[in-house]
């Protein structure tokens, strides 16, 4: 299975970029992993935003993959429960799941209607540069758990 994490917006903050860097080369000891930074739209409108940032999002997610939008009313998992779902797509036959950070304006109906699953990482906030390197931790998390290795206590 290869994994996708598609975000809208430049990563800027350094400490971001180190933490985005540590957890891909982790999480490619275990699967493929691609990371796609996509041109988010500051100056639109919010509706107009997302529909653009949407059209670009949709544009990169192969038919035949599995879509994950990250959206704090999604679906929250323990990190066992997410090691499952992960586990369960790479079991499973899944070729490609793909994970979606959105921008500021969110995401739009399109997108919500293509993904399979909506995922919160918690019943907080967090600005959208820190949901990056939450997100790839708990993959890498995720497949130390499938792999039975010590790092989730």
Not at 22 to 49: H, M, N, T, V, W
Not at 78 to 89: E, K, L, N, P, R
């Amino acid at each position: 299975m290869k994994c996708r994490v598609i975000w809208l917006g430049k990563t800027r903050d350094p400490w971001v970029k180190e933490g985005v860097a540590e957890y891909r080369d982790r999480i490619s000891r275990y699967f493929p992993l691609a990371i796609d930074e996509l041109k988010d739209e500051r100056e639109a409108a919010a509706e107009e935003g997302r529909r653009r940032e949407g059209e670009r999002l949709l544009k990169q997610v192969p038919t035949n993959a599995v879509l994950v939008v990250l959206d704090e009313r999604g679906q929250q998992m323990t990190s066992t429960q997410f090691a499952a779902f992960i586990g369960g797509h790479r079991d499973g036959g899944t070729a490609e799941l793909t994970f979606a950070i959105g921008g500021a304006y969110g995401f739009s109906e399109e997108v919500r209607k293509r993904a399979a699953t909506v995922l919160a990482l918690s019943a907080m906030t967090f600005t959208h540069q820190m949901v990056r390197p939450f997100l790839l931790e708990q993959i890498y998390r995720a497949c130390t758990i499938l792999n039975n290795e010590p790092y989730h206590h």
